[in-house]
């Protein structure tokens, strides 16, 4: 009896590490996957908190620029499916104007941990834009309207949009340092950065070349979630 709960207790001690390493394994797959537009980045501060932002190129909402935060259950991946909000909500049947929130079990109505993905959240969040559901809106205006007054649907869509835009350059709303945010006030400094970023995979490639290894370890095995893997 005492020796199963010291291995209780031990369980529980590991479990953030579990954790930890299988959204190191989801976020490997997502860099796999085919997600034009997306760009997302873990919190440096805790594996829960994922941030994003989506450009929109084309369809009704072409030319937003949107900017979110996916918040995952500390059971992850045996609780419920992973929240996406908006920092700026933009106008859509499925988003929530006060909160910015998706109706993202729309999408996922029973989160299956051996089938759903982080990154199938992130494609379902893309597609809303290109695939209008009005069913059950969170945004009932803009579903009315979508049904039945296009052209005042589009214009809402277009302020959305703009107001995306506008929001661009808005402070973090976080210390986090991996806040995904732009700063278009500092031409060298993005010239800087992205001559570093060059020089950092040049020189990667280098050593792949010559037989040596990047520095940099993983104990995850690339393409899966199994933690302590490799």
């Known amino acids: 009896m005492e020796s199963n709960k010291k291995m209780a207790v031990t369980d529980r001690q ?26 997302v ?11 994003g932002i989506i450009f929109l190129r084309q369809g009704l909402y072409q030319g ?14 045996n609780g419920d499916c992973p929240q996406v909000i908006f920092d700026q909500a933009p106008y859509h049947p499925l988003v929530d104007a006060r909160t910015g929130k998706l109706d993202v079990k729309r999408g996922f109505p029973k989160w299956k941990r051996d089938v759903h993905r982080i990154y199938n959240v992130l494609g379902y ?15 009932v205006e803009a579903a009315t ?17 703009e107001n995306s835009r506008k929001h661009m350059n808005d402070a973090p709303k976080t210390n ?16 800087q950065k992205k001559t570093a970023m060059v020089k950092d995979g040049a020189s ?3 050593c792949e070349n010559d ?6 370890l993983s104990w995850v095995t690339r393409g899966t979630l199994a933690p302590f893997s490799k």
């Not at 969040?125 to 945004?139: E, G, M, V, W, Y």
């Not at 039945?148 to 959305?160: A, P, R, Y």
């Open 14 to 39: 590991y479990i953030p590490f579990f954790l930890e390493y299988t959204l190191m394994g989801e976020y490997q797959l997502l860099k796999t996957q085919n997600l034009n537009g997306i760009y």
């Open 41 to 51: 980045m873990p919190s440096a501060r805790t594996p829960l908190v994922w941030f």
């Open 64 to 77: 937003g620029i949107f900017r979110f935060c996916i918040i995952i259950p500390a059971n992850y991946p």
């Open 125 to 139: 969040a893309r597609r809303i834009f290109f695939k209008i559901d009005t069913d059950r809106a969170l945004n």
């Open 145 to 161: 309207l979508y049904r039945s007054k296009l052209l005042s649907f589009k214009t809402e869509v277009m302020k959305s949009i």
């Open 176 to 191: 986090d340092p991996y806040e995904l945010v732009f700063n278009m006030k500092d031409d060298n400094q993005h010239d």
């Open 204 to 206: 990667k490639r280098v």
């Open 211 to 216: 037989g040596m290894r990047p520095m940099g």
